[in-house]
Structures are given as structure tokens and as C-alpha cells.
């Protein structure tokens, strides 16, 4: 018998008495350490079950940790819902000095508890006896690296296809009554994009108090995207700008990194390779779309990404609103009556103090992040009907690098026997990513990752210098595989696939993980960054980490893995030994010297 306090007990019971009987379920904790679990259903003449073991000091070390954090010696069950037909409820815990002893109605979901006279105690109670709380303390450090907002798994949506992602968000844009939000790099100028901006205009129309707040970068959302007609993201938008002028804010953000005599030598297009707005995320109302997916034509028809819609989610979607708003007093804005955008800030960010430009920002952003995260802390506990969600901000410029301390973390402690499937659009993992997964991973979990082909990259067929990405790509997988295969021995340890779809590219990026045995993931990211040193050090991101218990959630971004995978070749060194793979002498001297621009 392990030695342990005598200052801790706990029992507690659930159950009723129906047509099969008295069924119920009972565990006690003593302060010796014996653990006492019962648990008798009697249908289909199912037989009493009984256990006792003993548990060691640190299992009821973390037991204290977890009731003592819960507040329940706080409460008082004395306005709760009295034991019903349903059934009854009771708990008994002694902790050091302090005795509690509830009973209460069997409780059937949080609706219940909202609706009684005392949601707080009740919630409280709930939380503490809800076993899916084991999701919560196996990942309980996801917490330090953002705000944590707890929202119904059932105000998830995940969007599998690009006309969903179109279709969503043209319903999502024309129904706003108050705002309408949009976060991306570009907006493109086809006749989809005229179709949104036609959503948008309804959504004005039909009320002079609902706000558009648009975000795009300076450098790409300037650039010509139809010669012939001269339009620009920023033309798109001229329209509603001079419309609805008094409804309507149009920010442009410009890279810090680019300046000087730098930023007058480097062409159009190639200017972007410095830095650039890159968080994806379209708002209205209460409603939230992430994604990696700008707002483009092939972006709704054949560029594969992910997107998923969080329903009436006010406190999450406040926080992205601070976020953009706080870029945005450090960027130019549009005016009807003004040919060039106006600078907002104090410090001009390519003809200013580029310094002191960079450090206002960084103040003002880690300032909003602290308050989020006093506002919102880490929880005590997760039912299996919420997800909890972590906003990831990504702004290196800005020494900002929360999303990659989530990730360094994730690799280094990676659950025993887990599977962990990464997806990228551009393959240029970071020395620091790649040192994690092959190096420092443990030898019984498994790594995927899933990339686009040559055929599938989106600079596939350029014209220019960018047609050789793909190939300077390929050569990072050769150099990532080579140093795999060399270091692990199982080769289903780490794994390679290149997403190959006729006629589609891809876009999309994240992850997935699963714990041992479980057929569903119990944590997904999706968002807007790669896992590259653009994405680190140059561009503004932003992802969300999503953590849940409850099984038809899981199962949903199960289903989205899937369908990303199943269009994956597996690829091996043997791969780049053929003839079309064999990059030219330069390649690897070419991504050596760009790598850190794409």
C-alpha cells in the first residue's frame, strides 16, 4: 500500500431506479490510497462490477490539484434541483480542514444547468465529475501559449470543398446586421469576387449601422490583377468606399521589412517575398470563417484548402476584431477623397523610424494579448459537448511567436503512441520544426505530412523566376526524407505524401492528432501559417487550436484528414531518383538562398 495524505476523500455517485432495477455507478477515493469503483447495469442482465486498487501519491496528489482548482468547496447545493425520477446524484469530498456533502437531480446537459437557480454552483459541479476532463489535463499546456474560449462543439462547422468555403461566406457576408469583418492578403477580382461584393453591399443597404472593416496587405492588394481593366483588391473595393463612406474602413497593412533603399529597387510582385499580411479570417456578426484561403476565383473552385465556421461565437470573435483593429491603427487607409492611402500611425513603417514602428506594434499587440488571456484563463475543466479554442498569433517582425512555441512544444511532447498528420502547402519546414520531428520525436509515434506535388504548387507554370519554386520545394522534401530515412529505422515513423488532384492545386495547412487507439483526433490547427521561416519571421498569422472530447467534432476533422490524405502518394528518396524529380545543379543552392522568402 502506497503511503499517502489523510487529508483528502472522495466519493461520488450517480444513478436511479427504473424498469431494469437499481442501476448506477459509484467510485470512492480514501486517503490511504484505495480506490473503490463500482458499477451495475442490469440490462440485458448485465452483473454488478467491482474493483479496488490502490493508486500511488501522485495520482491523489493530482486528484487534490484538480478539486481544489474546481471551487466546488466553495459551493452549496442547497437551491439545487432535488433528486427526480431521473434520478440522483452525490458528492462527498473531504479536503484538509473543509467537508462538503451534495445531492442533486441527475443533470442532462448544460442547457439544464443555465436554466437553474444556480448555473454557476452547478456548472462548477458538473465540470469536476465530467470524465472527458482527461482531454482537458493530458493538453492542459495549449492554454499558456493564447486566451482560452470555450464554445459548444455543435458551433463548429467544418467546410470540406472550396464552393462551400464561396457559399458560406456570401451567406455568412449578406446576412450581417451589425459587421462584417475580413482579414485576408488579397481579394481577387473575378466575377466570384464581384458576387461577394454584392453580398456585402446587400448586408449595407439594408441597414446604415452595419460596419465593413477590411484588411488586405499593401504590397499584394496593390498589385494589377487584370491588365486589361487596371483592377486592383483595392479598386474592388473603391465602390462601396465612396458609397458608404461613413459604413465602410479599408486598410492596407504594410511590411516593416521592406524599406529604405530596398523597397525602391525590388520589383512589383517580388516586393511581396519581404512580408506580408497573411491572416485569413472572415467575420459578420457573431460568426467567425477561418481559413487559409484568400479570397480568390480559384480559391472557390480547385485551389484545395480548409475552412471551418464557428457559429455564435461573440468573445472569440472580439478578440480577432481587436486584433485587425490594432493592426490596422498602424496601417493606410483608403479614402474616397484621397488618391494614395493615408498613414495612421505614428511611425511610418518604410520611410519612417522603422524601429520604433515595429516596437509600437509589438507593445500594443502584447498588451491586447495579456488582457485576453486575464480575461480569458485556462480553464478548469471541458465537456464533451464544448471544444476548447486557442487563437495562435504568428507575428515574428513583431517578436510575437506564439504559434510557433505551440508547435515546438507539441513535437517535443508529442502523446505516447500518438499519430500526427501535418499538412503544408509550401514545404520549407524550419531547422528548429524539422531538429523536433526527426530528432527529438519519440520512436513510438508516427508522423505524416502531406504537401503539394510540383504539379499541385501554386507557382506550378509561372512565368518569371517563381516558376522555379516548385522545384527548389521538391529539393527541401529530397533534404527532410534523406535525413528521416537515415534516422529512423521504422519508416512509418515519419512519412511523406504529395497531394495530387487533375486539374486542382493545393493550399491547405495544419494538423491533426490522434491519441493511441483513438480513431478520431482529439486536437486540430487550422489557420493561416505554414510551417516555414516566411511564416515565422515575415508575415502576419493567425490559426486556431482546437481541442474536444466530443466525438461527432472529432469526427469531422477526422473526415477532413482523410479526404486531404487520400489524394497523397507516398514519396521516398527513391521518388527524387527519378528522371523528373532529379532537380538541376542549382536547386538546392537556389532554396538555400530564397528559402527564407517563400
Known amino acids: 500500500m502506497t503511503e499517502t495524505n489523510d487529508d483528502f476523500y472522495l466519493r ?62 466553495k459551493e452549496d447545493d442547497a437551491v439545487w434541483p432535488p433528486q427526480d425520477r431521473n434520478g440522483r446524484q452525490e458528492l462527498e469530498i473531504v479536503l484538509g480542514d473543509e467537508h462538503i456533502s451534495f445531492t442533486t437531480a441527475k443533470i442532462g446537459s448544460l442547457i439544464d444547468i443555465n436554466n437553474s437557480r444556480d448555473p454557476d454552483g452547478l456548472r462548477c459541479f458538473y465540470y469536476l465529475m465530467n470524465t472527458s476532463s482527461s482531454c482537458l489535463n493530458q493538453f492542459n499546456w495549449i492554454s499558456n501559449y493564447g486566451p482560452s474560449f470555450i464554445v459548444p462543439a455543435s458551433n463548429c462547422d467544418v467546410l470540406y470543398e472550396p464552393c462551400d468555403f464561396f457559399k458560406e461566406l456570401n451567406k455568412t457576408f449578406s446576412n450581417a446586421k451589425k ?36 484588411l488586405l496587405d499593401y504590397l499584394r492588394g496593390s498589385r494589377i490583377d487584370n491588365h486589361q481593366e487596371k483592377t486592383t483588391s483595392k479598386s474592388m473595393f473603391l465602390p462601396l468606399i465612396q458609397k458608404y463612406s461613413s459604413q465602410v474602413d479599408f486598410y492596407l497593412f504594410h511590411t516593416p521589412l521592406l524599406h529604405g533603399f530596398l523597397r525602391k529597387i525590388i520589383p512589383n510582385r517580388f516586393n511581396e517575398s519581404w512580408g ?6 472572415y467575420m459578420a456578426d457573431n460568426t467567425l470563417i477561418i481559413s487559409g484561403a484568400n479570397l480568390n476565383k480559384s480559391y472557390f473552385d480547385n485551389r484545395q ?68 488571456q486575464i480575461r480569458f484563463p ?49 514545404f520549407n519546414m524550419t531547422k528548429e520544426y524539422e531538429n523536433e520531428i526527426i530528432d527529438n520525436k519519440r520512436k513510438d509515434t508516427e508522423i505524416s505530412l502531406l504537401t503539394a506535388s510540383p504539379q499541385a504548387n501554386g507557382f506550378y507554370g509561372s512565368r518569371g523566376i517563381s516558376r522555379f519554386v516548385p522545384i527548389g520545394y521538391s529539393e527541401n522534401e529530397r533534404e527532410f526524407i534523406d535525413r528521416a530515412e537515415k534516422k529512423c529505422s521504422n519508416d512509418k515513423q515519419i512519412r511523406m505524401f504529395e497531394y495530387f488532384r487533375s486539374q486542382w492545386t493545393y493550399h491547405a495547412k495544419g494538423l491533426w492528432l490522434y491519441e493511441k487507439d483513438k480513431e478520431y483526433p482529439v486536437l486540430t490547427c487550422i489557420g493561416s501559417p505554414n510551417f516555414g521561416a516566411r511564416s515565422i519571421q515575415r508575415d502576419l498569422e493567425a490559426q486556431l487550436a482546437i481541442l474536444t472530447d466530443n466525438q461527432e467534432l472529432r469526427k469531422k476533422f477526422h473526415h477532413e484528414c482523410k479526404r486531404l490524405f487520400q489524394n497523397g502518394t507516398h514519396v521516398t528518396s527513391e521518388t527524387f531518383k527519378q528522371s523528373s524529380r532529379i532537380a538541376p545543379v542549382w536547386g538546392p543552392l537556389f532554396m538555400r538562398i530564397f528559402r527564407n522568402f517563400f
Open 378 to 426: 485556462k480553464p478548469k475543466s471541458l465537456s464533451n459537448d464544448q471544444a476548447l479554442i486557442i487563437p495562435l498569433i504568428q507575428m515574428g517582425m513583431f517578436n510575437i511567436n506564439n504559434d510557433r512555441d505551440f508547435n515546438i512544444h507539441l513535437y517535443s511532447n508529442l502523446p505516447i503512441e500518438s499519430k500526427l498528420y501535418l499538412a503544408t502547402s509550401y
Open 305 to 372: 484548402d480548409r475552412y471551418l465556421k464557428l457559429n455564435n461565437c461573440p468573445d472569440l470573435c472580439k478578440f480577432f476584431i481587436d486584433i485587425i483593429e490594432t493592426i490596422a491603427k498602424q496601417s493606410f487607409k483608403v479614402e474616397a477623397n484621397h488618391d494614395e492611402p493615408i498613414f495612421l500611425g505614428k511611425h511610418h513603417p518604410y520611410e519612417g523610424d522603422n524601429a520604433q514602428y515595429r516596437l509600437e506594434v509589438e507593445k500594443n499587440l502584447l498588451s491586447l494579448m495579456k488582457t485576453y
Open 179 to 214: 459587421r462584417i469583418y475580413i482579414s485576408s492578403l488579397y481579394f481577387g477580382t473575378d466575377p466570384y469576387e464581384y458576387e461577394l461584393i454584392d453580398s456585402i453591399r446587400s448586408a449595407l443597404d439594408k441597414d446604415p449601422s452595419v460596419r465593413l472593416v477590411v
Open 12 to 73: 461520488y455517485y450517480v444513478g436511479h431506479k427504473g424498469k431494469f432495477g437499481h442501476e448506477f455507478l459509484e467510485f470512492e477515493f480514501r486517503p490511504d490510497g484505495k480506490l473503490r469503483y463500482a458499477n451495475n447495469s442490469n440490462y440485458k442482465k448485465d452483473t454488478l462490477i467491482r474493483k479496488e486498487v490502490y493508486v500511488n501519491r501522485s495520482v491523489m496528489e493530482e486528484f487534490k490539484r484538480i478539486v481544489s482548482e474546481s471551487d466546488i468547496m
Open 276 to 281: 506580408v499580411q497573411h491572416m485569413k479570417i
